[in-house]
């Protein structure tokens, strides 16, 4: 009957219409599609990404190029979608699962033939982007430090420690973890429940807790994780045990911000803020260790020894990846090239905001100022010791055991936890999710 | 007829009964937010030092402005939570008048899955939408929200499928007498009456979105997101501390214009609420 | 009959066309409908039975190379996931004290409202403006509000007790989201009650209170029972929504002011949607995490049916004007 087909038509004449109307707005909204037509979208910090070093790169490459600041989350979230960045940031302990899970390109045939970036002037934190489905630092390389600091060294704040009447630690020779954890515990200072130093603040606020331990187990030559990766061995390990303890104890000790004394700062602006004695950060936080309040009351101290071979190595080496479902391998690599060994490098090398990826560079790194000279004095001892290649484990994500650890150091602090159901459950959390690893891979 | 008795004067008593409670709530309600307004006109050094500003510091709205390029992100927001209200309001209301004007074999029963979609956990029907749309390729793109809105909202399919079943068969039976289809009965019958209905449903579809953080979080991409992802992050100072009173002035502003439209509309909602007899 | 034999020759043409009209009215019906008969199915139906097969596979949100079966294993690890039980179990404790107490001061507020004040409008706004904030806003809103450092709740109670300075999130984690859903979520269900009030006759009031009965009788009596109706819609929403807590919980973290998406909440807050969602999207287990939202629908059902039989005992339809 025409009626019907009358309305038929209006209902969708109407529907055509709308969409119509809507689609040249929405394709202003199309989606940041990765690669191809001269574009590289790169997810970094945008602290280590600014404006300038973009321009100088787009420049250099004739490229655009299109930033999207780091969150793990986020990243998996663009990968869930289908469109991953070209190039993202990472750091070490991520890379052995986004190889094992293909999410990154092999790079070795561009760095074959790149004139910035030779192999043998890599720096050995190169090595933690080398893996050849065993061991990291062996094989193929999928990536490179942006630069990279020996991180166990420690930063003490002098006014805190002429506040306790406590003797700064001597910079020429390391204290031990347990002379570090007495000292923390003198100069630790609150005032009428209101805090006024933190005594000893490290692992960026328990991100990086379980590289700390591994690097205080390397001392010993032992790691985490069983021999094949399967298994998070704590309680089976009395090393082990004992690093974790010691570590935990910390935190009980109230020398740390912890889950229940937290800071609404990150620990470099606390410290910056004069409210930290003793701050474990790596070479790059000489950059900005110096504020109003600390200036000239700011002495970089080598890392402290656990109980062997002291070790300093690198527990971050950010750097960047390409991924392998990059639309345009040779931009993305254009951009990655440039970034590592072109003038945003040389720019960072003399910033001092970290030992270059480059040995090449070493020598820019600045060593004008009273502090900067100091610094440089205790980075010549740490370089020594920075060889070594911490082990991560290829079947969880960065942030794994760091999840579980705040997520149970709350409870255990407040009580309602023991210490081994402590750390009972972080083993059992972290064995699920190396089972759920190992199940996808199927390794 | 009413047999009123004679006006009685309130005893104070009373009048205090009446007050009381309403202004002891008010005033619980009102504080958060007042602490708001006092934080935001703060210098970052008098946070947690003084009660009060010292010299209400309007420098903090500018900075508010400014660091989360506030213009653009709410032109987005606008954007986004106008397209979907306008879809969804008129869909539902067309999707609204089927149900309450026209019978069919399985239109009850589908009526009722109007009613159970609403009840399903919204991250159960979420997650795989997320993963339909990252197949597809919409993801980083408002078109999840243009889709939404085309599909209508089961809540306002509700809202006016209740309010035009209480429209006077009559004028159906005299308009279909003229030679009017159901579309144009619609459109010059129901539509122009629905008022209360598509106020109230509009605000609700807008705010919905403006409001939303988690599916602009996950959907979008930070140069094209909403308002709220991106202030989530961008109060802190150049050494990474956070601004409590720059985030305060952004809170009113992220908020300033729906409360003032709210005082305006809310008397709408509750007649659009009552028309629809949500009792049955 | 005596139209018996006259019936049959007649009813031939009447079906036929009234078969047509049928047709066509049924037709009329799917066509307006259809926006949302096709989204249905296109973004809900196919999403939704996507997620259950999802949910017996071990997909991981970041490609398809190693998706495969792993039959009812995950539905088996959600029944048995401690993290889970847990937080199912903080979920129901916080909607066991959120839903009543809110459905309490929505119908208080409204009946304080409803009064012939001056000034009930303005009251009114005050009350409904916390349900208009948006969530980010309002999980602001808070978190100065009990900040140890500058938040007023302290400052307030440092009047009585100086020493006490109570770190709000880290202590008391529920008490403030507790604090924050009744807070904002009180002027909706006000204004649903508010809607329902004014839909009793004020003849029935009157006729009462001519009878001799108090303002309290009149509002136990007749009041109560005319709104149980709306009542029961109030407590059904309510508790959908309580069980779904999501972005509240995690942005409610001590400590940095920031908000990003999958942080982790204190353990007191650890709700069944934010476990939910960190498996999904954190851990990279969107297989797991779907049968533990399947779990999840399992329990919304369940609960909401049980209100609906138990609503034929106190829900009294009766009455329309």
């Known amino acids: 009957m025409s009626g019907i087909s009358r309305r038929k038509v209006l209902i969708g004449a109407g529907a055509i219409a709308a969409t119509a109307a809507a689609a040249p707005i929405l394709a202003a909204c199309q989606p940041a599609k990765t690669g191809g037509s001269g574009k590289v979208v790169v997810m970094t910090d945008p602290n280590e990404f600014n404006d300038d070093d973009r321009k100088t790169l787009e420049a250099a490459t004739k490229l655009k190029i299109e930033v999207v600041a780091s969150n793990l989350t986020t990243l998996y979230a663009m990968w869930a979608a289908g469109n991953p960045p070209d190039v993202f940031r990472v750091q070490a302990a991520g890379v052995p699962q986004y190889i094992s899970r293909k999410m990154v390109k092999n790079l070795q045939p561009y760095f074959a033939n790149s004139k910035l970036l030779k192999p043998d002037d890599l720096a050995p934190a190169n090595n933690f982007y080398k893996w050849d489905g065993k061991t990291i630092g062996t094989g193929d390389l999928y990536g490179m430090v942006k630069d990279w600091s020996p991180d166990f060294t420690l930063y003490a704040y002098t006014k805190a420690f002429d506040d306790a009447g406590v003797k700064v630690p001597s910079d020429t020779t390391p204290l031990t973890y347990d002379e570090l954890r007495d000292v923390a515990k003198k100069v630790n200072k609150k005032d009428a429940g209101k805090r006024v130093y933190w005594g000893f603040v490290h692992s960026n606020n328990d991100g990086w807790i379980d590289r700390t331990a591994m690097n205080m187990l390397a001392e010993k030559n032992q790691t985490l994780y069983s021999a094949d990766f399967s298994k998070l061995v704590i309680s089976g390990n009395p090393e082990a045990t004992k690093v974790i303890r010691y570590l935990y104890d910390l935190a009980a000790d109230g020398v740390n911000q912890t889950p229940i004394d937290p800071s609404p700062n990150w620990m470099g602006a606390d410290f910056n803020e004069g409210q930290i004695a003793l701050l474990q950060y790596g070479y790059w936080f000489s950059a900005m260790a110096e504020s109003d309040k600390t200036k000239g009351k700011t002495v970089f101290l080598p890392a402290p020894t656990w109980a062997g071979v002291r070790r300093d190595p690198t527990m971050t080496a950010t750097g960047w990846v390409i991924s392998s479902q990059t639309k345009d391998a040779d931009a993305a690599w254009a951009v990655f090239e440039q970034y590592m060994g072109g003038k945003p490098a040389q720019d960072r090398a003399k910033s001092g905001w970290g030992v270059p990826g480059l040995k090449s560079l070493y020598p820019q790194m600045p060593q004008e100022s009273a502090f900067q000279k100091q610094v440089q004095k205790v980075l010549q001892g740490e370089l020594g010791k920075s060889d070594f290649i911490l082990q991560f484990n290829p079947y969880i994500g960065e942030e794994t055991f760091a999840t579980s650890w705040k997520k149970n150091l709350e409870p255990a602090l407040k009580g309602s936890i023991s210490f081994d159901k402590f750390v009972q459950n972080i083993e059992s959390e972290v064995n699920t999710a190396i089972a759920d690893g190992k199940r996808i891979i199927g390794g | ?280 | 009959m005596a139209g018996a034999t006259h019936v049959f020759p007649q009813a031939w043409p009447r079906s036929a066309a009234w078969r047509r009209r049928g047709f066509r009215r049924a037709l009329t019906f799917y066509l307006l409908i259809s926006p949302w008969l096709i989204g249905f199915v296109l973004l809900g139906a196919i999403p939704l039975a996507g997620a259950f097969v999802m949910s017996f596979t071990n997909y991981d949100g970041l490609n398809l190379d190693y998706l495969s079966f792993v039959g009812a294993d995950n539905y088996t690890r959600a029944l048995g996931d401690a993290d889970a039980q847990y937080a199912l179990g903080r979920t129901l404790l916080l909607m066991a004290f959120v839903v009543p107490v809110g459905l309490a001061l929505q119908l208080a507020l409204a009946l304080m409202v409803n009064q012939k004040i001056q000034f009930s409008n303005f009251f009114r706004t005050i009350f409904y403006l916390p349900y208009v904030i948006p969530v980010v806003a309002s999980v602001w809103i808070w978190k100065i509000f009990v900040d140890p450092t500058g938040g007023l709740l302290n400052a307030l109670i440092g009047t009585v007790l100086p020493e006490a300075n109570i770190r709000w999130l880290v202590e008391y984690p529920t008490a403030v989201l507790a604090l924050l859903t009744v807070w904002a979520a009180a002027g909706g269900g006000m204004v649903v009650f508010l809607a329902g009030l004014q839909g009793i006759p004020a003849e029935y009031r009157e006729a009462a209170m001519i009878d001799g009965a108090s303002r309290t009788q009149v509002t136990r009596y007749i009041t109560l029972p005319l709104l149980t109706p709306v009542i029961f819609f109030n407590l059904v929403t309510g508790i959908i929504v309580a069980l779904q807590i999501l972005v509240q919980p995690m942005l409610l973290s001590p400590g940095i002011l920031g908000l990003n998406p999958g942080t982790v909440p204190p353990r007191d807050n650890y709700l069944y949607a934010v476990h939910a969602y960190i498996e999904i999207f954190t851990k990279q287990l969107f297989g797991y995490g779907s049968a533990l939202l399947w779990v999840l629908f399992a329990v919304v059902l369940g609960l909401t049916v049980l209100l609906f039989k138990t609503s034929r005992r106190w829900v009294f339809y009766g009455v329309e004007p």
Request: a positive charge.
């Open chain 2, 1 to 280: 007829m009413s047999v009123a008795a004679a006006p009685r004067r309130a005893s104070p008593a009373q009048t205090g009964l009446r007050y009381g409670p309403v202004l002891v709530a008010a005033i619980a309600f009102a504080l958060p937010i007042f602490w708001v307004l006092v934080t935001s006109l703060k210098k970052q050094s008098e946070y947690g030092s003084a009660l009060f500003p010292a010299v209400p510091q309007w420098v903090n709205y500018e900075l508010a402005v400014v660091l989360a390029d506030f213009g653009r992100f709410a032109a987005n927001s606008l954007f986004l939570s106008s397209a979907y209200a306008l879809l969804a309001v008129l869909v539902s209301a067309l999707v609204g008048y089927g149900f309450a004007r026209h019978k069919a074999p399985g239109g009850s029963k589908l009526f009722l899955l109007v009613i159970a979609t609403w009840m399903v956990p919204n991250l159960v029907l979420f997650v795989p939408q997320f993963v339909l749309f990252a197949r597809i390729g919409i993801t980083n793109t408002y078109w999840p929200w243009i889709l939404w809105g085309l599909s209508g909202s089961p809540f306002a399919i509700f809202l006016f499928r209740q309010f035009f079943a209480s429209f006077p068969r009559e004028l159906d039976d005299a308009a279909e007498v003229d030679g009017a289809g159901p579309l144009r009965i619609f459109l010059q019958i129901y539509l122009p009456n629905a008022g209360p209905a598509l106020a109230a449903s509009a605000i609700f579809m807008f705010l919905w979105v403006w409001g939303d953080w988690l599916y602009p979080a996950l959907l979008l991409h930070q140069e094209n997101t909403t308002l709220a992802v991106r202030m989530a992050n961008a109060y802190v100072d150049p050494r990474g501390n956070p601004l409590q009173t720059v985030t305060m002035a952004g809170v009113v502003l992220y908020v300033l214009p729906l409360i003032a439209f709210f005082a305006f509309a809310q008397r709408f909602i509750v007649r659009g609420i009552v028309t629809t007899g949500i009792k049955g």
